[in-house]
């Protein structure tokens, strides 16, 4: 059935709206008449408002359902194929500012040692950075872990009577549940990044280490927003958005009594702060209000500010395909009438540095590149992995801070070595997931059923005349067995995707035949 270049009355109430469209340059006319159906292309219908799908359900301390978030996320198939893609993007951006820069494997091999250098050097470069950092007017602070640095920081705002604080980015900060504590104390933490503000006023953490959300759709940004700022919830136009949440947030930046930073590196020559960003948040929660806090995760240190050119010229092109960040700020001392204190964390971090399989996980520069190219991030979304750090990094990091909890995440990988290959300082990481899951099996961790069938699955590969049987009775039930019974609950195989057909010879029989000993 094809509509009539000039659609009459009748016509029109039979097709939707929107293909109507009588401007479209991409229809197509065949013998003077418009092709509107199934025989010719028309514009889309608008595709139905899919919700948000949310992340890990968090049990107390039982092992996070990984692959159950995982298959909501996937079951929403906009924001599955939109964080997919988006995400390939940024991997395909990064591979080209790589291409640009000749010496990009040497800089790798110099990131990686001069962060190997500084780990087996850390207690050196800290008391370096402790000192040149007092030296600079500073006062500086030690946390044991999470706990002990937000009494730090509550402390510090408890002393100078403040109510507010407005913050930057930083994962140290959403690893020590900061805002949750400073709410518990009566203390209004404003986010000034744009993501992480959309992840704070919807109720969730973080999906990405750079990217917080990522996962959203503009739609549900717009969701957000009306019910938070007062926006139009029609409205999900980028800029307009954007210009919301800036009108909203700004006077509450400007009023703040404390500024919060995170730190990407802390320079032990000159006891700087370093913060790479793009919106300018930083200089802003540094520079408004008189008094100044930055949480250092103790791993963040490098021995000199020659170094700093590494790391900056690899932490924006892996991250986000870009040259460099828009602002690479240098936080040395306190703005000039006001205060600077610096919190530096451990949190697990020494007790890493002890593990011999694991400890270069903290040469991580949190660039989120092994997130980016994960196949398997990339159609599960960041809040699947129920934890601070999720992709491939966050395998191998969170596991550290409490096994149980994360020991279903390191099975949630291919071990593809994608995530290997793009690290800007050749963590192994790929690697060290394999290494996880033999230790997580040493530790009991592992629950008995999978452990069940690793263990005859292990035994069935190791005799070879045994497997080729059970793969011949195998090949045999697949041709002869009706759909319902192959296509069982105990099939995890056959419910995202067909069984492949049995081939009529084996390989090993197809040999035997055909390049085995002559008799």
């Avoid at 939707?16 to 197509?28: K, M, T, V």
């Avoid at 950092?133 to 602070?141: I, K, M, P, T």
């Avoid at 690793?454 to 190791?462: I, N, P, R, T, V």
Wanted: proline share 5%.
């Amino acid at each position: 059935m094809s509509a009539k270049t000039e659609t009459t009355p009748h016509d029109a109430a039979m097709l939707h709206p929107e293909l109507l469209a009588r401007d479209d340059q991409h229809a197509i006319y065949r013998d003077g008449r418009r092709l509107d159906h199934a025989e010719g292309s028309s514009k889309p219908l608008r595709p139905v408002e899919e919700r948000q799908p949310r992340g890990a359900k968090i049990h107390g301390n039982r092992p996070v359902d990984q692959a159950e978030a995982a298959a909501r996320f996937i079951a929403a198939p906009q924001h599955e194929k939109m964080h997919d893609e988006r995400l390939w993007d940024l991997r395909q951006k990064r591979d080209r500012e790589m291409e640009r820069i000749p010496e990009w494997e040497e800089l790798r091999s110099l990131a990686s040692a001069i962060k190997e250098h500084t780990l087996t050097h850390l207690e050196e470069y800290l008391e370096q950075f402790e000192a040149n950092a007092r030296a600079n007017g500073v006062h500086v602070h030690w946390a044991r872990d999470a706990v002990e640095h937000n009494q730090i920081v509550h402390g510090i705002l408890r002393d100078h009577n403040a109510k507010s604080l407005i913050k930057s980015k930083s994962m140290l900060t959403e690893e020590c549940g900061f805002r949750h504590y400073m709410a518990s104390v009566g203390i209004e933490v404003i986010e000034t990044d744009l993501g992480e503000r959309i992840q704070q006023l919807d109720n969730e953490n973080p999906s990405h280490v750079v990217v917080p959300a990522v996962h959203k759709l503009r739609t549900d940004v717009a969701d957000v927003f009306s019910k938070t700022i007062g926006t139009d919830p029609g409205n999900s136009d980028v800029h307009y958005l954007a210009e919301a949440q800036r009108e909203a947030t700004r006077p509450l930046i400007l009023a703040a009594d404390a500024g919060m930073t995170g730190c990407n590196f802390a320079v032990a020559e000159t006891g700087s702060v370093v913060v790479c960003t793009n919106e300018g948040n930083a200089d802003l929660s540094a520079n408004v209000p008189k008094l100044h806090i930055a949480s250092i995760g103790i791993e963040k240190t490098i021995p000199r500010l020659e170094h700093l050119a590494v790391f900056v010229r690899m932490l924006s092109r892996s991250a986000l395909g870009s040259p460099m960040t828009q602002y690479t700020s240098h936080f040395r001392g306190p703005r000039q009438g006001g205060e600077m204190h610096m919190v530096l964390v451990d949190n697990g971090r020494s007790a890493r540095l002890g593990l011999e399989e694991f400890w270069t996980s903290l040469k991580c520069i949190r660039c989120g590149a092994c997130m980016n190219t994960c196949p398997v991030y990339r159609r599960s979304g960041g809040l699947s992995y129920g934890a601070t750090y999720s992709g491939p990094i966050g395998l191998i990091i969170d596991p550290t801070f409490n096994a149980r909890k994360y020991s279903n995440l390191p099975f949630a990988s291919t071990l593809n070595g994608s995530c290997t290959n793009v690290c800007p300082v050749k963590i192994n990481i790929h690697e060290q997931i394999y290494a996880w899951r033999r230790e997580l099996v040493k530790q009991h961790e592992v629950p008995f059923v999978k452990k069940a069938a690793m263990k005859a699955a292990g035994e069935l590969l190791s005799r070879p005349a045994a497997y080729r049987a059970a793969i011949a009775t195998a090949d045999v039930a697949l041709a002869h067995l009706p759909r319902f019974v192959i296509y069982s609950g105990l099939n995890a195989w056959g419910r995202g995707r067909e069984v492949p057909h049995p081939p009529k010879q084996t390989f090993h029989s197809w040999h035997q035949a055909n390049r085995g000993e002559k008799k």
